[in-house]
C-alpha cells in the first residue's frame, strides 16, 4: 500500500542551525502538508501546496519557514534559524486532486525536531 | 476561529468495554468532521468522516454522528480490543478549506 514517507525521523540541532525535513508524498497526490505538533499540544496546521505553490499558510508559517517541491517526489520543509520553541514532532501529508473538505489526507510517521 | 476540543486522556479500558470520546467543535462555517487514529509508531490515519448533519461515519466497529444543534462528533465503539490502543484525534475543514483543524488527542488503552 502506498505511503508517505519521512526523513529523518528524529533530528537534533542547535538553535540558529538550518534544519530540513524531507517528505516523499504518494506518488499520484497533487496536495501536500505540513503540521506540527509540539509535545503535550494540539497538531497544527502550518501550511499547504499545490501546483508549486503555497495554497495556504498558517500564522504559525512565518518568514523563517519555506516549503520546495525541488525535483516532483520530495516535499521539504525548510526552518531557516532554529528556535527552541521549533521543537515539535513535524508530520507532512497528502491528499489527492478531489473535492473540497474531503479531509482524507495521507500522513507521514512523523519528524521529530529537538532544538538544544 | 475554528476550533476542536476533545476530552483529555488517557482513557484506560477493559476488553469488551464501551468507548466514548467526546468531541466538541466551533466553525464559521459549515465543518465536514473527522476521527483520525495513530496508532504506535505510525502515522495519522482517518478512521471515519461526516460531511453534513446527521450524517453517521462508521468504520471498524467505530461510530460517531455529526450533532449540529450540539457541535459535537463524538467517537463511540460498543467492544473495544487490545489493538484499538492507540491515540485518537478528532478534526474538521471547514468550508473551502483543505487545511484541517485537529483537537489534542485523547490516548485509549485497554487492558486484556
Known amino acids: 500500500e502506498p505511503e508517505v514517507t519521512q526523513t529523518p525521523s528524529h533530528q537534533v540541532t542547535q538553535m540558529g542551525q538550518e534544519v530540513i525535513l524531507r517528505c516523499v508524498p504518494i506518488?499520484?497526490?497533487?496536495?501536500f502538508y505540513w503540521y506540527r505538533q509540539i509535545l503535550g499540544q494540539k497538531v497544527e496546521f502550518l501550511v499547504s501546496?499545490?501546483?508549486?505553490?503555497?495554497?495556504?499558510k498558517s500564522e504559525i508559517f512565518d518568514d523563517q519557514f519555506s516549503v520546495e517541491r525541488p525535483d516532483g517526489s520530495n516535499f521539504t520543509l525548510k526552518i531557516r534559524s532554529t528556535k527552541l520553541e521549533d521543537s515539535a514532532m513535524y508530520f507532512c501529508?497528502?491528499?489527492?486532486?478531489?473535492?473540497?473538505?474531503?479531509?482524507?489526507?495521507?500522513f507521514g510517521e512523523g519528524s521529530r525536531l529537538t532544538v538544544l | 476561529g475554528d476550533s476542536v476540543t476533545q476530552m483529555e486522556g488517557p482513557v484506560t479500558l477493559s476488553e469488551e468495554a464501551f468507548l466514548t470520546i467526546n468531541c466538541t467543535y466551533t466553525?464559521?462555517?459549515?465543518?465536514?468532521l473527522f476521527w483520525y487514529v495513530q496508532y504506535p509508531g505510525e502515522g495519522l490515519q482517518l478512521l471515519l468522516k461526516?460531511?453534513?448533519?446527521?450524517d453517521k461515519g462508521s468504520n471498524k466497529g467505530f461510530e460517531a454522528t455529526y450533532r449540529k444543534e450540539t457541535t459535537s462528533f463524538h467517537l463511540e465503539k460498543g467492544s473495544v480490543q487490545v489493538s484499538d490502543s492507540a491515540v485518537y484525534f478528532c478534526?474538521?475543514?471547514?468550508?473551502?478549506?483543505?487545511?484541517?483543524?485537529f483537537g489534542s488527542g485523547t490516548r485509549l488503552q485497554v487492558q486484556p
Open positions: 501529508a497528502s491528499s489527492p486532486l478531489g473535492t473540497e473538505n474531503t479531509g482524507e489526507l495521507f
Open positions: 506518488s499520484n497526490h497533487l496536495y
Open positions: 501546496f499545490y501546483n508549486n505553490e503555497i495554497s495556504e
Open positions: 466553525a464559521t462555517g459549515y465543518p465536514s
Open positions: 461526516a460531511t453534513k448533519a446527521d
Open positions: 478534526a474538521l475543514s471547514d468550508t473551502g478549506r483543505r487545511a484541517l483543524t
